[in-house]
């Protein structure tokens, strides 16, 4: 049957939570929603059947007979509705439309036109008003948007962004008054966390802590299946964790932060320093004798062919995210690492295997056993996507009945999701 784009999903009611619990088992019964949710069978047929009718759900096939009457297998259909995600940069801007597992349908990237937060965020709402008008305005469950820095989730405010000398900005409100959606505001890694969880390789993990290797060094965690929230909006700053206590000074004013010896401009500072102390490297004939132009990437280069220099720069780097992480991991005890940003995007191999080394040499052996620690797949895209899927995990939450989370646990343990 049709999709009906006008069927609403009431706040608890019976079919929002077949539908969540369709979205957890990926595939159930009848029989199935009847036993976890304790649905009498004709109160659930009845709203499997109302859902089907919609577009939500589908039967996917029969269960193997046992001897009686062939059972029938529904799914959700994740196209039914769609998600907008949006990341805010410095450099690019880049709006996906995803269903509702936060599969990319429609991608949309531009450059950013100048250093400007205003001329930014217009960039941003033209892309978000195309992006809704593509889907149909009906369709989108929400919008989210993965900024850098600081973001106050619920005020929708950029709290702080370094880069542009900014400090609260209205961004929430910039964006409803242009779109009609207030959107849901996480900072990068955490929305990077998200999409990995969605989309990545960390699907059905119910815990995992992100690392972004950049320009600074940010991290985002997942718990029982969402964002974690703090007290503050600063949550997961791993970049801000001392690992040097006589090392550089950061911009936060403390001294040693783990971005202020791992990220892109610690290691080209590095690389300068031991020049400059007489050091020999091919970095120096890659910039014609000019130590002032070397960057990360000319350090990453010079790694990938064995220059002495340059590796050593990236496992005294390496011991020192492993030193983070490796705390991390000791307090959390997340089911997976996630390592992921340009840095490690550029070089994956052998750096990711020297931290990994730091992280094992500093961590406790029954709490790293459990804990996978894997090179993010999707890149900087899992940001964007992580985006779309915080606005769809929001639209399920805010629809869901109070018992809904007990049953996924349920959902969970009878599927191994």
């Known amino acids: 049957m049709g999709q009906n784009d006008s069927f609403e999903l009431e706040s608890g009611s019976n079919a929002i939570l077949l539908l969540q619990l369709l979205q957890v088992m990926q595939v159930a019964t009848r029989a199935q929603l009847e036993a976890i949710t304790h649905l009498s069978p004709s109160t659930v ?3 499997v059947r109302r859902l089907i009718e919609a577009g939500f759900a589908e039967e996917t096939g029969q269960m193997p007979s046992m001897g009686g009457r062939p059972t029938r297998c529904l799914a959700m259909r994740p196209e039914a509705r769609c998600a907008i995600g949006a990341e805010f940069s ?47 305005r009906e369709r989108v469950v929400g919008v989210g948007i993965a900024v850098p820095g600081v973001a106050d989730t619920d ?6 962004y370094s880069d542009l000398n900014l400090f609260d900005y209205p961004l929430g409100h910039k964006v409803q008054e242009a779109t009609g959606f207030f959107p849901l505001i996480y900072n990068r890694s955490t929305s990077a966390a998200m999409g990995e969880r969605w989309q990545g390789d960390s699907r059905q993990v119910q815990s995992l802590f992100y ?18 929230r703090g007290a503050s909006p ?3 700053e791993i970049g801000h964790c001392t690992v040097r206590p006589d090392g550089p000074i950061c911009f936060c004013g403390n001294r040693g932060c783990l971005q202020t010896v791992a990220s892109t401009s610690a290691l080209a500072t590095r690389a300068r320093e031991l020049l400059k102390s007489g050091r020999v490297s091919l970095l120096t004939e890659q910039v014609n004798g000019h130590i002032s132009r070397i960057d990360a990437i000319a350090v990453l280069r010079a790694a990938q062919e064995n220059d002495a220099l340059a590796v050593e720069i990236l496992a005294e780097a390496a011991d020192y995210i492993g030193i983070a992480i490796g705390n991390s991991i000791n307090l959390f005890s997340p089911e997976q690492v996630v390592l992921g940003g340009p840095l490690i995007a550029a070089y994956p191999h052998p750096w990711v295997d020297l931290i990994r ?15 996978k620690i894997v090179v993010s797949r999707l890149g900087a895209d899992s940001r964007s996507i992580g985006a779309a899927a915080l606005a769809v995990q929001h639209w399920f939450a805010s629809r869901s009945p109070k018992h809904f989370l007990d049953l996924a646990g349920i959902a969970r343990a009878q599927t191994g999701r």
């Open 45 to 47: 047929s009845k709203e």
């Open 90 to 136: 410095t450099h690019r801007l880049r709006v996906v439309t995803t269903d509702l597992n936060a599969a990319v349908q429609r991608t949309d990237e531009v450059e950013i036109l100048a250093l400007n937060v205003e001329l930014i965020c217009e960039q941003l709402c033209a892309l978000l008003q195309r992006a809704i008008a593509e889907a149909g």
């Open 155 to 160: 005020a929708g405010r950029m709290v702080i």
């Open 211 to 228: 690392i972004a290797l950049d320009a600074g060094i940010s991290g985002g965690l997942i718990v029982k299946g969402s964002s974690y």
């Open 234 to 236: 600063a949550v997961a």
């Open 357 to 371: 080394a730091s992280i094992y040499r500093r961590t406790l052996s029954y709490t790293l056993q459990p804990t």
